[in-house]
Nanobody, 126 residues
Framework: VQLQASGGGLVQSGCSLRLSCVNSGRAVANLAMGWFRQAPGKEREFLAAISWSGGTTYYADSVKGRFTISRDNTKNTVPLQMNKLKPEDTAVYYC????????????????????WGQGTQVTVSS
């Protein structure tokens, strides 16, 4: 599994941004995916998770209703659509993956994940 996140940039408050995570390595069954972020001086924070099937998603309260995670297993991609961005959303965003126990498994802590992308910077100006 080799993950690469992209799509970050500088946007104004209230705008939208769409991040993408691509697995350029071999496909793995039951590969659950997640998005995290880390702001300077802060711990890495869970944002959203999606099961291998795509049928189960889970969000942190801080982004629920604003961010949407999805996946396309035919293209090995996991987008994160971010709407109504706020200055406090400024951080480096990471995608992560782990082989789940079941097709509907999902995970929401840093220690659950085995594979990480390199991160993409998102900056939201006020």
């Amino acid at each position: 599994v080799q993950l690469q996140a992209s799509g970050g940039g500088l946007v104004q408050s209230g705008c939208s941004l769409r991040l993408s995570c691509v697995n350029s390595g071999r496909a793995v069954a039951n590969l659950a995916m997640g998005w995290f972020r880390q702001a300077p001086g802060k711990e890495r924070e869970f944002l959203a998770a999606i099961s291998w099937s795509g049928g189960t998603t889970y969000y942190a309260d801080s982004v629920k209703g604003r961010f949407t995670i999805s996946r396309d297993n035919t293209k090995n991609t996991v987008p994160l659509q971010m709407n109504k961005l706020k200055p406090e959303d400024t951080a480096v965003y990471y995608c992560a993956a782990v082989r789940g126990d079941y097709s509907e498994s999902y995970y929401y802590t840093v220690r659950d994940y085995d594979y990480w992308g390199q991160g993409t910077q998102v900056t939201v100006s006020s």
